[in-house]
Protein backbone atom coordinates (compact mmCIF):
# COMPACT_ATOMS: atom_id res chain seq x y z
CA UNK A 1 0.00 0.00 0.00
CA UNK A 2 1.49 3.57 -0.63
CA UNK A 3 0.48 6.36 1.39
CA UNK A 4 0.65 9.99 0.65
CA UNK A 5 0.52 12.65 3.18
CA UNK A 6 -2.54 15.28 3.22
CA UNK A 7 -1.24 18.14 0.68
CA UNK A 8 -1.06 20.82 3.53
CA UNK A 9 0.02 20.50 7.07
CA UNK A 10 -0.28 23.71 8.34
CA UNK A 11 2.26 24.83 11.27
CA UNK A 12 1.02 24.92 14.69
CA UNK A 13 1.61 28.29 15.43
CA UNK A 14 -0.91 29.99 13.21
CA UNK A 15 -4.32 32.18 13.10
CA UNK A 16 -7.84 30.63 14.08
CA UNK A 17 -8.11 29.76 10.05
CA UNK A 18 -4.68 27.83 10.19
CA UNK A 19 -5.63 26.34 13.59
CA UNK A 20 -8.97 25.03 11.85
CA UNK A 21 -6.81 23.89 9.15
CA UNK A 22 -4.93 21.98 11.28
CA UNK A 23 -7.65 20.33 13.13
CA UNK A 24 -8.92 18.72 9.78
CA UNK A 25 -5.78 17.25 8.85
CA UNK A 26 -5.65 15.85 11.85
CA UNK A 27 -9.18 14.22 11.56
CA UNK A 28 -8.83 13.04 7.86
CA UNK A 29 -4.99 11.31 9.93
CA UNK A 30 -7.00 10.11 12.43
CA UNK A 31 -9.60 8.21 10.42
CA UNK A 32 -6.80 7.21 8.20
CA UNK A 33 -5.02 5.67 11.39
CA UNK A 34 -8.20 4.26 13.10
CA UNK A 35 -8.76 2.30 9.94
CA UNK A 36 -5.39 0.82 10.10
CA UNK A 37 -5.05 -3.47 12.07
CA UNK A 38 -1.66 -3.83 12.19
CA UNK A 39 0.45 -2.59 14.69
CA UNK A 40 3.25 -1.99 12.93
CA UNK A 41 1.43 -0.23 10.14
CA UNK A 42 -0.06 1.83 12.72
CA UNK A 43 2.91 3.19 14.81
CA UNK A 44 4.87 3.14 10.98
CA UNK A 45 2.35 5.54 9.59
CA UNK A 46 1.64 7.49 12.76
CA UNK A 47 5.22 7.99 13.23
CA UNK A 48 5.85 9.54 9.94
CA UNK A 49 3.01 12.07 10.22
CA UNK A 50 4.59 13.19 13.81
CA UNK A 51 7.63 13.84 11.51
CA UNK A 52 5.94 15.84 9.37
CA UNK A 53 3.29 17.54 11.73
CA UNK A 54 6.65 19.22 13.46
CA UNK A 55 9.23 19.09 10.80
CA UNK A 56 10.92 16.96 12.78
CA UNK A 57 14.06 15.16 11.85
CA UNK A 58 14.08 11.78 13.17
CA UNK A 59 11.53 10.15 15.65
CA UNK A 60 10.44 7.36 18.03
CA UNK A 61 7.54 5.71 19.38
CA UNK A 62 8.16 3.58 22.54
CA UNK A 63 6.10 1.33 24.42
CA UNK A 64 6.03 0.34 27.99
CA UNK A 65 7.17 -3.28 28.49
CA UNK A 66 7.22 -3.92 32.08
CA UNK A 67 7.32 -1.57 35.15
CA UNK A 68 10.65 -0.28 34.08
CA UNK A 69 11.31 -0.74 30.96
CA UNK A 70 10.12 0.74 27.05
CA UNK A 71 10.28 -0.67 23.98
CA UNK A 72 11.42 1.19 21.07
CA UNK A 73 8.72 -0.03 18.90
CA UNK A 74 9.17 2.31 15.91
CA UNK A 75 11.88 4.67 14.68
CA UNK A 76 12.46 6.71 12.17
CA UNK A 77 14.67 9.77 10.07
CA UNK A 78 17.71 7.85 10.95
CA UNK A 79 19.60 4.17 10.06
CA UNK A 80 22.24 3.42 12.35
CA UNK A 81 25.76 2.64 11.20
CA UNK A 82 26.40 0.37 13.76
CA UNK A 83 25.64 -3.28 12.92
CA UNK A 84 23.10 -4.26 16.02
CA UNK A 85 22.54 -1.22 17.05
CA UNK A 86 18.54 -1.28 17.41
CA UNK A 87 18.52 -4.51 18.78
CA UNK A 88 20.91 -3.94 21.64
CA UNK A 89 19.62 -0.32 22.49
CA UNK A 90 15.75 -1.21 21.83
CA UNK A 91 15.06 -1.46 25.42
CA UNK A 92 15.48 1.39 27.32
CA UNK A 93 15.24 1.99 31.41
CA UNK A 94 12.46 4.53 32.03
CA UNK A 95 14.00 6.44 34.47
CA UNK A 96 14.23 10.53 34.82
CA UNK A 97 15.53 11.02 31.52
CA UNK A 98 14.60 13.56 29.20
CA UNK A 99 12.46 11.47 27.70
CA UNK A 100 11.84 8.97 30.36
CA UNK A 101 9.80 11.68 32.75
CA UNK A 102 7.56 11.82 29.55
CA UNK A 103 6.27 7.88 31.01
CA UNK A 104 6.81 8.63 34.73
CA UNK A 105 5.20 11.70 35.23
CA UNK A 106 2.10 11.03 32.20
CA UNK A 107 2.88 14.58 31.06
CA UNK A 108 4.89 16.16 27.97
CA UNK A 109 8.26 17.45 27.63
CA UNK A 110 9.73 19.88 25.42
CA UNK A 111 13.52 20.62 25.37
CA UNK A 112 15.23 23.47 22.93
CA UNK A 113 18.98 23.18 24.46
CA UNK A 114 18.93 19.36 25.52
CA UNK A 115 23.03 19.10 25.86
CA UNK A 116 22.50 21.59 28.95
CA UNK A 117 19.32 20.08 29.88
CA UNK A 118 19.48 18.87 33.33
CA UNK A 119 17.63 15.40 32.40
CA UNK A 120 19.97 15.04 29.68
CA UNK A 121 22.48 11.84 30.13
CA UNK A 122 23.91 11.35 26.80
CA UNK A 123 23.15 9.28 23.99
CA UNK A 124 24.93 5.78 22.93
CA UNK A 125 28.01 5.90 20.63
CA UNK A 126 25.77 5.52 17.03
CA UNK A 127 22.82 7.54 17.93
CA UNK A 128 22.96 10.88 16.24
CA UNK A 129 23.19 14.01 18.38
CA UNK A 130 20.00 15.28 19.72
CA UNK A 131 19.74 19.12 20.25
CA UNK A 132 15.95 19.87 20.38
CA UNK A 133 13.21 17.38 21.68
CA UNK A 134 9.48 17.14 22.15
CA UNK A 135 7.62 13.87 23.64
CA UNK A 136 4.07 13.47 24.61
CA UNK A 137 2.88 10.42 26.37
CA UNK A 138 0.30 8.09 24.85
CA UNK A 139 -2.52 7.47 27.10
CA UNK A 140 -5.65 4.84 26.91
CA UNK A 141 -7.86 6.58 29.72
CA UNK A 142 -6.15 7.18 32.73
CA UNK A 143 -2.99 4.82 31.62
CA UNK A 144 0.17 5.62 30.10
CA UNK A 145 1.22 3.06 27.42
CA UNK A 146 4.45 4.97 25.83
CA UNK A 147 5.31 8.32 24.12
CA UNK A 148 5.81 9.09 21.37
CA UNK A 149 9.16 11.60 21.20
CA UNK A 150 10.82 13.69 17.78
CA UNK A 151 14.02 15.98 17.62
CA UNK A 152 15.93 17.71 15.83
CA UNK A 153 13.71 20.78 14.34
CA UNK A 154 16.01 23.31 13.31
CA UNK A 155 13.80 26.45 15.02
CA UNK A 156 12.99 24.39 18.26
CA UNK A 157 9.93 23.36 19.68
CA UNK A 158 6.97 25.71 20.87
CA UNK A 159 3.35 25.25 22.20
CA UNK A 160 1.74 24.99 19.47
CA UNK A 161 3.72 21.92 18.66
CA UNK A 162 3.33 20.37 22.14
CA UNK A 163 -0.48 20.81 21.43
CA UNK A 164 -0.24 19.44 17.93
CA UNK A 165 1.37 16.65 18.91
CA UNK A 166 -0.66 15.60 22.42
CA UNK A 167 -3.52 16.32 20.59
CA UNK A 168 -2.50 13.51 17.70
CA UNK A 169 -0.80 11.03 20.53
CA UNK A 170 -4.65 10.44 21.83
CA UNK A 171 -5.58 9.18 18.50
CA UNK A 172 -2.65 7.18 17.87
CA UNK A 173 -2.67 5.58 21.62
CA UNK A 174 -6.73 4.58 20.94
CA UNK A 175 -5.46 2.60 17.82
CA UNK A 176 -2.55 1.13 18.90
CA UNK A 177 -4.99 -0.43 21.70
CA UNK A 178 -7.36 -1.34 19.12
CA UNK A 179 -4.66 -2.81 16.97
CA UNK A 180 -3.35 -4.69 19.77
CA UNK A 181 -7.25 -6.06 20.13
CA UNK A 182 -6.95 -7.02 17.18
CA UNK A 183 -3.64 -9.33 16.98
CA UNK A 184 -5.53 -10.91 20.12
CA UNK A 185 -8.30 -11.96 17.89
CA UNK A 186 -6.07 -13.01 14.97
CA UNK A 187 -3.96 -15.01 17.40
CA UNK A 188 -7.02 -16.38 19.18
CA UNK A 189 -8.27 -17.59 16.03
CA UNK A 190 -4.94 -18.84 14.79
CA UNK A 191 -4.90 -21.32 18.46
CA UNK A 192 -8.59 -22.71 17.60
CA UNK A 193 -7.54 -23.53 14.09
CA UNK A 194 -4.53 -25.54 15.46
CA UNK A 195 -6.95 -27.48 18.05
CA UNK A 196 -9.35 -28.10 15.29
CA UNK A 197 -7.54 -30.94 14.33
CA UNK A 198 -7.53 -32.70 17.52
CA UNK A 199 -10.94 -31.64 19.18
CA UNK A 200 -14.47 -32.95 17.73
CA UNK A 201 -17.16 -30.38 16.53
CA UNK A 202 -18.43 -29.94 20.03
CA UNK A 203 -16.06 -29.38 21.45
CA UNK A 204 -14.58 -26.87 19.08
CA UNK A 205 -18.35 -25.01 19.28
CA UNK A 206 -17.86 -25.02 22.69
CA UNK A 207 -14.56 -23.46 23.07
CA UNK A 208 -15.83 -20.57 20.00
CA UNK A 209 -19.02 -19.74 21.88
CA UNK A 210 -16.69 -19.16 24.98
CA UNK A 211 -14.18 -16.93 23.31
CA UNK A 212 -16.48 -14.93 21.33
CA UNK A 213 -18.21 -14.06 25.22
CA UNK A 214 -15.09 -13.33 25.93
CA UNK A 215 -14.04 -10.69 23.01
CA UNK A 216 -17.76 -9.65 23.41
CA UNK A 217 -16.77 -8.38 27.17
CA UNK A 218 -13.28 -7.17 26.44
CA UNK A 219 -14.84 -4.99 23.58
CA UNK A 220 -17.82 -3.99 26.10
CA UNK A 221 -15.99 -3.36 28.97
CA UNK A 222 -12.48 -1.74 27.62
CA UNK A 223 -12.89 -0.34 24.08
CA UNK A 224 -16.41 0.75 24.43
CA UNK A 225 -15.63 2.68 27.86
CA UNK A 226 -12.55 4.15 25.79
CA UNK A 227 -14.99 5.59 22.97
CA UNK A 228 -17.49 6.78 25.95
CA UNK A 229 -14.54 8.86 27.47
CA UNK A 230 -13.83 10.50 23.82
CA UNK A 231 -17.15 11.60 23.71
CA UNK A 232 -17.93 12.58 27.50
CA UNK A 233 -14.30 14.69 26.88
CA UNK A 234 -15.43 16.34 24.02
CA UNK A 235 -18.57 17.03 25.58
CA UNK A 236 -16.50 18.36 28.59
CA UNK A 237 -14.75 20.85 26.22
CA UNK A 238 -17.90 22.08 24.46
CA UNK A 239 -19.40 23.44 27.68
CA UNK A 240 -16.72 25.50 28.42
CA UNK A 241 -17.22 28.91 27.98
CA UNK A 242 -15.38 31.35 25.08
CA UNK A 243 -14.50 28.18 22.74
CA UNK A 244 -14.02 29.50 19.24
CA UNK A 245 -16.64 28.56 16.66
CA UNK A 246 -14.56 26.30 14.59
CA UNK A 247 -13.71 24.28 17.62
CA UNK A 248 -16.46 23.79 18.45
CA UNK A 249 -17.53 22.51 15.43
CA UNK A 250 -14.65 20.09 15.55
CA UNK A 251 -15.33 19.23 19.22
CA UNK A 252 -18.94 18.51 18.48
CA UNK A 253 -17.79 16.10 14.92
CA UNK A 254 -15.62 13.86 17.75
CA UNK A 255 -18.62 13.49 19.79
CA UNK A 256 -20.74 12.35 17.38
CA UNK A 257 -18.39 9.90 16.43
CA UNK A 258 -17.68 8.93 19.28
CA UNK A 259 -21.23 8.31 19.40
CA UNK A 260 -21.50 6.12 16.52
CA UNK A 261 -17.90 4.70 17.26
CA UNK A 262 -20.14 3.41 20.82
CA UNK A 263 -22.99 2.03 18.82
CA UNK A 264 -21.11 0.50 16.22
CA UNK A 265 -19.71 -1.52 19.65
CA UNK A 266 -22.77 -2.21 21.07
CA UNK A 267 -23.98 -3.77 17.49
CA UNK A 268 -20.59 -5.90 17.87
CA UNK A 269 -21.04 -7.15 21.15
CA UNK A 270 -24.83 -8.06 20.32
CA UNK A 271 -23.25 -10.36 17.12
CA UNK A 272 -20.15 -11.86 19.05
CA UNK A 273 -22.78 -12.46 22.12
CA UNK A 274 -25.74 -13.58 20.70
CA UNK A 275 -27.55 -15.09 23.79
CA UNK A 276 -28.33 -14.05 27.13
CA UNK A 277 -24.61 -13.97 29.48
CA UNK A 278 -23.25 -17.40 30.49
CA UNK A 279 -24.40 -18.18 34.03
CA UNK A 280 -27.46 -16.72 34.02
CA UNK A 281 -28.94 -20.12 34.57
CA UNK A 282 -27.70 -20.94 37.74
CA UNK A 283 -28.47 -17.62 38.74
CA UNK A 284 -31.92 -17.67 38.13
CA UNK A 285 -32.61 -21.44 39.36
CA UNK A 286 -31.03 -19.97 42.50
CA UNK A 287 -33.62 -17.05 42.88
CA UNK A 288 -36.37 -19.52 42.47
CA UNK A 289 -34.66 -21.93 45.26
CA UNK A 290 -34.55 -19.12 47.81
CA UNK A 291 -38.14 -18.06 46.92
CA UNK A 292 -39.10 -21.65 47.69
CA UNK A 293 -38.03 -21.47 51.16
CA UNK A 294 -39.85 -17.79 51.93
CA UNK A 295 -42.32 -17.79 54.13
CA UNK A 296 -43.96 -15.79 57.27
CA UNK A 297 -41.40 -16.83 59.89
CA UNK A 298 -38.47 -16.59 57.47
CA UNK A 299 -37.37 -14.44 55.14
CA UNK A 300 -34.41 -15.47 52.58
CA UNK A 301 -32.47 -12.92 50.28
CA UNK A 302 -29.73 -14.00 47.33
CA UNK A 303 -27.01 -11.43 46.95
CA UNK A 304 -24.79 -12.28 43.59
CA UNK A 305 -21.26 -10.45 43.40
CA UNK A 306 -19.35 -10.49 39.82
CA UNK A 307 -20.16 -11.59 36.66
CA UNK A 308 -21.95 -14.77 36.69
CA UNK A 309 -20.80 -17.45 34.08
CA UNK A 310 -21.58 -20.82 33.04
CA UNK A 311 -19.56 -23.41 35.77
CA UNK A 312 -19.31 -27.01 34.63
CA UNK A 313 -22.46 -29.15 35.44
CA UNK A 314 -21.12 -30.68 38.88
CA UNK A 315 -20.23 -27.22 39.70
CA UNK A 316 -23.74 -26.12 39.73
CA UNK A 317 -25.57 -28.80 40.91
CA UNK A 318 -22.82 -28.53 43.72
CA UNK A 319 -24.20 -25.14 44.40
CA UNK A 320 -28.11 -26.01 43.99
CA UNK A 321 -27.61 -28.73 46.38
CA UNK A 322 -25.97 -26.78 48.91
CA UNK A 323 -28.23 -23.93 49.22
CA UNK A 324 -31.38 -26.79 49.65
CA UNK A 325 -30.06 -28.36 52.18
CA UNK A 326 -28.35 -25.27 54.49
CA UNK A 327 -31.96 -23.87 53.74
CA UNK A 328 -33.50 -26.83 54.80
CA UNK A 329 -31.25 -26.86 58.39
CA UNK A 330 -31.69 -23.21 58.37
CA UNK A 331 -35.89 -23.91 58.75
CA UNK A 332 -35.94 -27.08 60.85
CA UNK A 333 -32.89 -26.29 63.51
CA UNK A 334 -31.89 -22.50 63.32
CA UNK A 335 -34.72 -20.78 64.92
CA UNK A 336 -33.81 -18.15 62.58
CA UNK A 337 -35.94 -15.71 60.84
CA UNK A 338 -33.57 -14.70 58.24
CA UNK A 339 -31.18 -16.11 56.01
CA UNK A 340 -28.83 -14.64 53.09
CA UNK A 341 -27.11 -16.82 50.52
CA UNK A 342 -24.29 -15.19 48.89
CA UNK A 343 -23.15 -15.96 45.65
CA UNK A 344 -19.39 -14.35 44.56
CA UNK A 345 -17.93 -15.04 40.84
CA UNK A 346 -13.97 -14.46 40.91
CA UNK A 347 -11.50 -15.37 38.18
CA UNK A 348 -10.54 -18.64 40.15
CA UNK A 349 -13.53 -19.47 41.88
CA UNK A 350 -16.99 -18.85 42.89
CA UNK A 351 -17.93 -18.34 46.69
CA UNK A 352 -21.31 -19.46 47.95
CA UNK A 353 -22.01 -18.62 51.73
CA UNK A 354 -25.34 -19.27 53.48
CA UNK A 355 -25.73 -17.09 57.09
CA UNK A 356 -28.81 -17.17 59.37
CA UNK A 357 -29.68 -15.11 62.60
CA UNK A 358 -30.40 -18.17 64.55
CA UNK A 359 -29.05 -19.93 67.85
CA UNK A 360 -26.12 -21.61 66.12
CA UNK A 361 -24.19 -24.14 67.22
CA UNK A 362 -22.95 -24.75 70.84
CA UNK A 363 -18.72 -24.24 70.54
CA UNK A 364 -18.48 -28.03 71.50
CA UNK A 365 -20.04 -29.90 68.94
CA UNK A 366 -18.97 -27.07 65.96
CA UNK A 367 -15.61 -29.21 65.51
CA UNK A 368 -17.75 -32.80 64.25
CA UNK A 369 -20.90 -31.43 63.20
CA UNK A 370 -19.83 -32.37 59.57
CA UNK A 371 -18.62 -35.67 61.23
CA UNK A 372 -20.99 -37.49 63.08
CA UNK A 373 -23.63 -39.75 62.02
CA UNK A 374 -26.71 -37.74 61.89
CA UNK A 375 -25.96 -34.55 59.51
CA UNK A 376 -25.82 -36.97 56.31
CA UNK A 377 -26.81 -34.00 54.22
CA UNK A 378 -23.43 -31.66 55.65
CA UNK A 379 -21.56 -34.96 55.25
CA UNK A 380 -23.00 -34.92 51.18
CA UNK A 381 -22.28 -31.44 50.84
CA UNK A 382 -18.66 -32.12 51.86
CA UNK A 383 -17.86 -35.01 49.66
CA UNK A 384 -19.56 -33.04 46.64
CA UNK A 385 -17.29 -29.84 47.30
CA UNK A 386 -14.13 -32.06 48.18
CA UNK A 387 -14.52 -34.01 44.86
CA UNK A 388 -14.46 -30.53 43.14
CA UNK A 389 -11.42 -29.63 44.42
CA UNK A 390 -12.76 -26.90 47.26
CA UNK A 391 -13.14 -26.48 50.48
CA UNK A 392 -16.30 -26.43 52.77
CA UNK A 393 -16.58 -24.66 55.96
CA UNK A 394 -19.17 -24.08 59.02
CA UNK A 395 -18.65 -21.99 61.70
CA UNK A 396 -20.74 -19.58 63.64
CA UNK A 397 -21.62 -16.18 62.81
CA UNK A 398 -19.91 -13.17 64.55
CA UNK A 399 -23.29 -12.04 65.27
CA UNK A 400 -25.05 -15.05 65.82
CA UNK A 401 -26.08 -17.66 63.53
CA UNK A 402 -24.58 -20.29 61.33
CA UNK A 403 -21.98 -19.37 58.65
CA UNK A 404 -21.68 -22.18 55.98
CA UNK A 405 -19.19 -21.37 53.35
CA UNK A 406 -18.24 -23.51 50.22
CA UNK A 407 -15.29 -22.27 48.15
CA UNK A 408 -14.98 -24.01 44.35
CA UNK A 409 -12.53 -23.81 41.87
CA UNK A 410 -14.13 -22.13 38.36
CA UNK A 411 -12.60 -25.45 36.98
CA UNK A 412 -13.23 -28.94 38.00
CA UNK A 413 -10.54 -31.03 39.49
CA UNK A 414 -9.21 -33.16 36.31
Same mark, same amino acid.
Given at each position: MVYRLPDSLPHPTVDADGWQAQLESLYAISVEIAGLRELSQVMDRALEYCLALTTSAFGFIGLVDGPDTMDVAAIRGFVPDRPGFYERFRKIPIRRTIFGVVILEGRSNLSNDVLNDPLHIGSPRGHPPVRTFLGVPLKVRDETIGMIGVANRPDGY??????? @?????????????????????????????????????????ALIHQERNRIAEELHDRVAQIIFSIGIEATWCLERDGIPPELAASLGRIRDLAARGAAEIRRAVYDLAAEPPAGRELVHELRELVESFQGPDLQVDLVVDGRPRRLAHEAEETVLRIVAEALANVRRHAGADLAIVSLQYSPKAV?????????????????????????????????RVAAL??? @???????????? @???VIPAEPRR
Open positions: DAGHERL @LSTFANQVAVAIANARLYEQQRQMIADLQSLHARLNAAQVETLVVQDNGRGIPASLLEWTLHRPGHLGLRSMQRGGQ @LHLQNGEDGGVV @LRA
